[in-house]
């Protein structure tokens, strides 16, 4: 096993939403009833159970075992799978809805796994719902120019996030995967900018939450 | 479980990586008087560096992720391998190596520190390691950043298959954790113009980082 897949095998177990990210997504997707959703980097399900509650069939994919073993009690399907491995797992399977939450970070050719989703896994008509941390947020503006740049265990600057995104190239890697932004339900900071902060996100959204629809 | 994703890409990579002429300035200075040593090139590529080690008398392995480039680069080092660092055990090349060149590779690795500490292994107690490796905080990408410029660019410090990114202080921080302390630092620094004066601020102006190191005592 590469050192890469040994990382995450108890590193998942430890992954949840943030309250406020975990609200954002939720606001779009609490009213989603009888679709098909794959949840890519499920973890341990916590996502995807609300959404089974509601009547959708989830699937979930991880690339940690220990993981998987308690998602499997709580998702419809869930498997062990490394998205940049060799596997075929998920072969041409459809889904109405993809979810890609805090995944393309820790991807090595993210534009790639979602060209190939979009091709392969995504029903006409379906969604993909994207969220991951803007590295360019204003505050972290302020601390490169102060010479502030080092890996942390967690957060925006996990050593495990291996690329990074910020407003123009998320949108532009949407795009060139043949997708459409529907609605965009970023978490901002700080929270009081409210709506007048959501209309700059390259600079105020702290985490992007992203609809996208196929073209 | 195979990460093949990656030596697909550095197999594929349409730009050849190659030492650009800065960079290759800085680091052979450090590297001119050694003769009869036993270097490891890790990142080897084509060979293109070791070839010139070998003929000032040294006996070079080479060691790259790239098949392609192995094979090219058999034809001009003593010993060649393919190797993924980062799921692979060290192949069967002796130890005892009195320098090992780790050039524009840290950047490459996800975990960067576990790769240098299996390195450690097969260096001589009183070897030397040679790290280069861009700053991702030179004053100028710290410029672009501020107005919210960050892309992904063949060629460039933000370059889509650098995974990891170092600054002089946080490189110096992986070094030290590693038991390495630096002897000879040979920075690329930009602006070229003044530079006498830049270097005194590695942080800020080296835009590639060169340093030699070698075991505390």
Known sequence: ?215 | MSRSIIADYYNTKKIPFGISGDRRDKIFPLLKDLTDKKILEVGCATGYMGEKLRKQGNYVVGLDISKKDVQKAKKVLDQVFVIDLESERLPNMGTNFDLILVAEVVEHLFEPELVIKKLMTVLKPNGQILISTPNFLHLYNRYKMLCGKFEYVEETVINKSHVHFFTYPTLKKSLNSLGLKIIKENHVIFPRTLASIWRKWPELFAYQMVVLCERYE
């Not at chain 1, 108890?10 to 954002?24: I, P, Q, S, V």
């Not at chain 1, 993809?98 to 050719?109: D, P, W």
């Not at chain 1, 901002?188 to 992007?208: D, E, M, T």
Request: some cysteine; glycine content about 8%.
């Open chain 1, 1 to 215: 096993m590469s050192q890469i897949n040994q990382h995450y095998q108890n590193k998942a177990l430890t992954y949840c939403l943030g309250n406020r990210r975990g609200e954002k997504i939720w606001q779009i997707l609490s009213g989603y009833k009888g679709k098909r959703v794959l949840d890519l980097g499920c973890s341990t399900g916590y996502i995807g159970r609300d959404l089974k509650k509601n009547g959708n069939y989830v699937v979930g994919v991880d690339i940690s075992k220990p993981a998987i073993i308690k998602a499997k009690n709580i998702l419809d399907e869930a498997y062990v799978l490394d998205l940049e491995g060799n596997s075929n797992l998920l072969g041409k399977k459809k889904f109405d809805l993809i979810i890609i939450a805090e995944l393309i970070e820790h991807l090595f050719l993210p534009e790639t796994l979602i060209q190939n989703l979009v091709r392969n896994n995504l029903a006409n008509n379906g969604e993909i719902l994207i969220s991951t941390p803007n590295f360019l947020h204003f505050i972290n503006r302020v601390k490169f120019l102060l010479g502030k740049f080092k890996y942390e265990n967690s957060g925006m600057f996990d050593k495990s996030h291996i690329h990074f995104f910020t407003y123009t190239g998320l949108i532009g890697m949407i795009r060139s995967a043949n997708l459409n932004v529907v609605k965009e339900n970023s978490v901002i900071v700080p929270r009081l900018l409210g709506k007048v902060g959501a209309r700059f996100p390259s600079l105020f959204a702290y985490q992007f939450v992203i609809l996208a629809k196929k073209l």
